[in-house]
């Protein structure tokens, strides 16, 4: 299962291996349901199918939104005291700014990966790589956030926006 590999990772380093690699369970939602409605079925499979729901639902850049959230939540259990919550997830978040630039930095492009597909790593611009950049917790350094914005600012940036895909690619 090549999903969340930072995350995997570094949850690993504390975690039962089983509980760190376990199969991804989702979300209930009644997608069965829907494809197997004559009425929807056309539609909803054509929309989960498309080039932009597959683009949208694999991108690696959760990995960093996901970093943000459990130590949003760590601060929040520090205000409340809540130890517990403490005690379980720092230890996970450790590592996982290391691992994170492991897994999706590349000094020699200068940018992070759009995504991480076993060992093949897709370099291709896009502005993916500023969620990583603008979260409040990043899981990368000043620095870092420093070159993915002049490389966003060089290739994806226009008048009116940014780019989804550089011109180079």
Known sequence: DANKIALRAAASRVLPHDVAYRRKLGFPVPVRKWLSDPAMSPDVRRAFESDAAKQFFNVDEINALWYNAVKFGLDLARVSKDKAFLAEWESVTADFPAVFKDTFWSKEMGYLADYVDGGYKNFQVRPNMLIAASLP?????????????????????????????SPKD
Do not use: A, H, N
């Open 137 to 165: 917790f990043s899981p990368i350094s000043e620095r870092l956030k420093q070159l993915v914005l002049k490389r966003v600012m060089e290739e994806l940036l226009v008048d009116k926006g940014i780019r989804t895909l």
